[in-house]
Structures are given as C-alpha cells and as structure tokens.
C-alpha cells in the first residue's frame, strides 16, 4: 500500500486554532488503532470542508474520483433502486486519505457491509437546542440507559464533539433495519415520557418548547451518524469522544470536553471505552 502523500498539507482547516490538513492526518492516523474497530466494514459519508470550517460543507455518499485502488469501497442499494458506491475505512493509510478529501467529520453506518440491512447497533441522539443546560442532556441520557438496562440491552455513551450525546446499544443482528427503526422510535417514545418537561420525540423545532430531542432516525437504513473519534467542523477541533458510562455524571462533562489536541491524552490514561462493545451485543426485544 502506498504512502498517503498530502496535497496542500500546509492548507489550515481551522482558522482559529491554525490546525492545517497535515496536523488532521496525523491525528486521524494517531487515533486509528482505537478508531478503526468502530468504523471498519461499514459505509461512510464524508463530510468535506474543501475551503476548511468556514466554507461550505460538502455530505458525499459516494466515493470521490480518483481514489485509489488501495480505499475499498462497498456497493449499497438505494431504498428506492439503484445504487451508490461508499468508501469504507479499514485501515489507517485511508483515514489519512480521508483527511487529503478535506474530510474532517466521517459518519457511519449502524450495519457492516455483509448484512446491510441488519444494524448491530442501536442509537439516541440527545439532541438539544442551543444554549440548553447540558446537565439536562446527561440526565436524558441517563434516563436512556436505564429503560436500555430493563430491556435486556447494554449502554454506551458518547459525547460527540457538537452539542449532544448518543447513546448506543450493541444488538444482534436478527433484526431488518426498518424493524429497528421502529422499535427505536417505540423506545424513544418511552425514554422521553420519564422526563416529559425536558425530553421530546417530537421532530419540529416548533413544536419543542426547548425541549431536548431524543431523535431515532438514525435507525433509518442508510442513515449515519458521526464516527467514534471523528474531528468536528468547530472552533477547537472538538472530537466525538466515547465515554466511561459513569461520566455521564459528572456536572463538568460537556458535549466538546476533548479536542484534536487533548483526547490523545484521555486515551492513553483511559483507552478506549467502547473497546469490549461488540461482546455485549444483546437481542432487542419486539
């Protein structure tokens, strides 16, 4: 496999903080032994800041032009016919490839490439409105893990590097994706009626007096949602950062408590929470 080879590594991607395309890649490839279990085999979108975070953001489901032979890719079926060729990220040279493309924020699949239609996870993305009291968005999630706990299922958290928090449940893959959604959206439904004044399911900003969203869509197949260490476009270079569940309880938590330059040192004090997330898969009760 070549070496990734950089064009333009000088360009800076984030004005304020002077990280450029080269400082991106050589994150992405210091993270890629933890990163890669959670993206390996399923299809990313990427989204891509060709201009860095002040320009516009490009969401491409297929894979760019001219790639090389090296980046695998997976054929995935529209719900509504055809096709779209999707880059898949198994190794590290193509995270670094991936920074080349200005690709700060990969989002991935819930299912792998041998079952497409199948999810091996299930996801709530606590999604608040702008300056909500975060410490209403960990009690969300808190609240998530506990109906998740009586279901038989196992939660993890992960701050992600925006303004929420995704909670996730590991499940076997007996289940088509649209059962998933389905059932996701019966389970947010229920996590949300346990804090009626600060949780909703409904999806107008509207119609949400402030409230927190426990969003569900995620579970739609083909849908994605921000990858396990993924750089976000923001001032700082906030990182999606998986998290020991009992953090959730600490009041000085924020959605942007990791960045670019300081989760490398949480992960060597910590490693990776999520590492063991796979054997916890359980069945997702109809």
């Known amino acids: 496999m070549p070496e990734v080879k950089l064009s333009h ?8 903080d002077g990280i450029t395309k080269a400082d991106l890649a050589e994150y992405y490839g210091s993270v890629a032994e933890v990163m890669l279990p959670h993206v390996r085999d399923r299809p990313l979108n990427l ?13 491409q489901q297929d894979i ?10 997976v054929e995935t079926p529209r719900r509504k016919g055809g096709s779209i060729e999707h880059v898949l990220c198994q190794d590290a040279d193509t995270l670094r490839w991936l920074a080349n493309q ?3 924020t990969p989002h991935v699949w819930s299912a792998r490439r041998d079952r497409l239609d199948r999810p091996d996870h299930i996801v709530f993305d606590f999604d608040p409105e702008a300056g909500s009291d975060f ?8 609240l998530a893990g506990e109906a998740l706990r009586e279901l038989g299922l196992e939660p993890f958290a992960m701050v992600t590097g925006s303004k929420g928090i995704h909670v996730i449940a590991p499940i076997k893959r007996t289940r088509e994706a649209p059962w998933v959604r389905e059932r996701a959206g019966e ?13 909703t399911t409904e ?31 923001i001032a700082g270079a906030p990182v999606a950062t998986p998290l020991v569940w009992e953090e ?8 942007r408590s990791w960045t670019l330059r300081t989760v490398a040192a949480r992960l060597e004090e910590k490693g990776d929470p999520w590492a063991d997330m796979s054997g916890h898969a359980g069945t997702l009760p109809g």
């Open 187 to 199: 389970i947010g439904v229920e996590i949300a009626g346990r804090s009626p004044d600060t949780l």
């Open 135 to 142: 410490s209403l968005v960990r009690e969300g999630a808190l």
């Open 64 to 73: 760019p032009k001219g790639a090389p032979d090296w980046v695998q890719r």
């Open 102 to 104: 200005n690709c700060i």
């Open 47 to 59: 989204w891509r800041w060709n201009q860095g975070i002040g320009g516009r953001l490009v969401v």
């Open 203 to 233: 999806w107008r900003k509207e119609k949400r007096d402030g409230k927190i969203l426990v969003d569900t869509a995620r579970n739609t197949y083909g849908q994605t949602v921000v990858a396990p260490y993924a750089v976000r476009a």
């Open 248 to 255: 959730l309880s600490d009041a000085k938590l924020s959605a």
């Open 9 to 16: 590594p000088e360009k800076v991607l984030f004005p304020e």
